[in-house]
């Protein structure tokens, strides 16, 4: 017979404990939530009647429904009122003396039968366990953030956690509408030590100035899909607990020095600065635990005209090559009205990427998204020629040929000779340094990077990267290219991976090290990182779109530039590749995908 949970206790009213008790009183069961002081215990009682108040005016809770929930909640100070609970749920801040105290209190307090049971993000739960006489009936239940939407628990067994008590999580978690996945106990569980390296990382490149705030977080939000950037996810975090996390990740995950907290966060946190329950972190808000963010003097002025001022005037565009991107760039460049040069190898290769291009623009006529006279419109603004000669009164080169570095340097140096002065050469290398491009000519200032993401009529990013000798006059008007397309440029240095894949590829490589090492299943690693963090796919599905080989690659070329150990490619995906599992291009990756 499965235990009954008729009432829970939650301690600790902050960012994840007002979310938890919603989420318990949403569902039927009676709370007790305890906080330290009245001044806390209000914060809590605010935060949850302002998160259900919001949900009633959503329409997605009826007035009735919010009375009931919050009559099951009944507000408290200090531990003694949890006596009579059948479960715990402690979500105090992320220390470990602290999270130890109160369970020896929370071991005297309640009845013996109850689960004590912490919120903790990386500590260990095992020593958390040990300050009690029960550690057999203590239990990690790990919630997302926001607790009341994200579907995921990480339900986390030590040792000597006995398989009752899991089992009778895990139907509380199903109860509650969730989706758990049972772990053991390291530092991070699955979403969080696949997650906090790359904040990390978001974290270090915003130090560095290596792109602004706005710019890495739309990076990842319209590069890879994410429901918000990294930055703002800190933000929601709280840099204090995500300080925290990292730290203990850090001395309990080997010490990966990718998880060494960067100083800023330790500044920010000193100065006050936790993020949306202080009112300001990486953006400011509106008010302290507000999500709506207020312009403050970083924020970009992003107006049309701002944007082109100092621009140079682009109307004719060169562009270079006959593969997938350089037929996607033609078609974006044609849609928005630029008169397009296309070069390719020969005739052949032009009509080729003029069927495709005209397949795709008749897509968007069945679609209802372009008129028929829009599309010949379009068309009739290609011209197509096999000579580079053609391009001696373009204003602007993209180039998109083959990612090799000897083949690029060569054009490059023949658009040189051939390009009136004052036009914007731009390379789509996604993995080439583009200063080497740059040196090929004589006016580095004009050379910059303009990586589409594919399929570039679709994806809503251009990352434009200027290279030490790039001018702000040519990124600018760069810039104010992307704008023109209906794109968002973001800008940043000339490193490897540029923002997008310097921040997804270690992850995912982190996702395969994880399955490597037999920690969890593709499925709940998979699991994990879409219903706990929000993304479009689990890190293993990705792997077997993008292709085994291609990822391969990219993490090598990362690990070779910046020499983090921490990047070295994982001997799995080494071996897949060997073994010609490169995913859906071949039919097996990860996973087989010719049964399905
Ligand atoms: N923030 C996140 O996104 C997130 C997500 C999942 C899990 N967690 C984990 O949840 C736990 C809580 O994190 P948070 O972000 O909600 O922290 P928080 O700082 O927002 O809230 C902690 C709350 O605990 C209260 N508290 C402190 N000492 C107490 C005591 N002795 N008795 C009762 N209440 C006490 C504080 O007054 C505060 O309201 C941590 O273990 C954290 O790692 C956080």
Redesign the pocket.
Known sequence: MAREFTSVGV???????AGIVEVFARNGIDVVA????EA?LQ??RTTLTGSTDRAVAKGKLAEAERDALLSRVHFQVG?DALHSVDLVIE????HLD??Q??FAELDRVCKPEAILA??????SVTEISVATTRPNQVIGI????PAPVMKLVEVVRTVVTSADVVADVEALCERLGKVDVTISDRAGFIANALLFGYLNHAVSMLESRYATREDIDAAMKLGCGLPMGPLALMD???L??AY??LDTMYRRGGRDRRHAPVPLIKQMVTAGLLGR?SGRGFYTYERPGSPVVVPDEQTPVASESALADGARGIAKVGVVGSGTMATGIIEVFAKAGYEVVSVTRGAEKSAKVFESVKTSLNKGVVRGKLSEADRDAALGRINWSATLEHLADVDLVVEAVVEELSVKKALFASLDEICKPGVVLATTTSSLPVIDVAMATQRPADVVGLHFFNPAPIMPLIEVVQTIRTSVETTTTAKAVCATLGKTGVVCGDRSGFIVNALLFPYLNDAVKMLEASYSTADDIDYAMKLGCGYPMGPFELLDVVGLDVSLAIQRELYLELREPGFAPAPLLEHLVTAGYLGRKTGRGFRDHTRR
């Not at 305890?34 to 002081?37: G, K, L, M, N």
């Not at 912490?118 to 500590?123: E, Q, V």
């Not at 790990?142 to 953030?145: A, E, I, T, V, W």
Request: aromatic share 4%.
């Open positions: 301690v600790g009213l902050g960012t994840m404990g305890v906080e330290i002081s806390a914060r809590g531990l979500a105090v801040p992320e602290l999270k105290r109160i912490t919120n903790t993000s990386s500590l790990h919630f997302f953030n929601l975090i709280g204090d607990t925290e996390i329950k």
